[in-house]
């Protein structure tokens, strides 16, 4: 079965349309929550920092729950497939456009964090750890997606969501006791270390590998559901 681009591109671009103001409000409160982080405080860095990662996990689970969940519990998907769509072309479309919708604040985001490191006070050890946190956020979305796409329970999709953002805390748990990442994150220097890359290869090539695996699954459905 081919794919049909130029349907794959309207659905596409119908989802941007919906969603981009909603999105354009999310990448204003995580500017919002730089301004915090980069004022260089205590005070003001945890709570930043806080807003920062709610800012984030929100705009990933808002892509998923407004393109699929929602679309599924009001028929609208069923509706798009009553149309000369093929499965292929709906799985191409929805998998493009909610990584669209959740790539765009994330990148600009994830920029603008890079930026207030290294542009005030603060260390540039944190750009290592920021990366690791955004590499944890991206991979849970990936996960979160993925279940979306494949299962009709809106309850298994919605604790996806929560499960694998909540995971969170327990990662970065975990990182403050890895000692080649926690003894650089004051450092005034960007340090690379194996373990630090190793865990930024294995968040990226599994969530990659989730979202093939979903891809490759819907493309053998005859149906999208």
Not at 7 to 13: E, H, I, K, P, S
Not at 39 to 55: D, E, T
Not at 126 to 154: K, Q
Not at 209 to 216: D, F, G, I, K
């Amino acid at each position: 079965m081919n794919l049909n681009l130029p349907v794959v591109r309207l659905l596409v671009l119908k989802d941007w349309q919906l969603f981009q103001k909603q999105l354009a409000l999310y990448v204003l409160a995580g500017f919002v929550a730089l301004c915090f982080i980069g004022l260089g405080k205590p005070w003001a860095f945890y709570v930043g920092s806080l807003m920062l990662i709610i800012v984030m996990v929100a705009s990933a689970c808002f892509s998923i729950s407004t393109s699929l969940l929602v679309e599924r519990k009001d028929k609208t998907l069923a509706f798009a497939m009553s149309l000369p769509v093929s499965p292929l072309d709906f799985t191409a479309a929805k998998l493009a456009g909610n990584l669209l919708t959740f790539a765009v604040p994330f990148v600009v985001i994830l920029a603008g964090t890079v930026g207030v490191v290294l542009a005030t006070p603060l260390p540039d050890g944190l750009v290592v750890y920021s990366l690791l946190v955004f590499a944890w956020i991206g991979f849970a979305f990936a996960v979160s997606l993925a279940v979306a796409m494949s299962v009709e329970s809106e309850g298994w999709a919605t604790f996806a969501m929560i499960g694998s953002m909540v995971l969170i805390n327990p990662y970065l748990m975990a990182l403050g006791q890895v000692p080649a990442i926690q003894t650089r994150i004051a450092q005034d220097a960007i340090v690379w270390t194996p373990e630090a890359l190793g865990l930024l290869a294995v968040l990226g090539g599994l969530g990659l590998l989730v979202l093939a695996a979903t891809a490759w699954h819907h493309a053998r459905k005859p149906a999208f559901y």
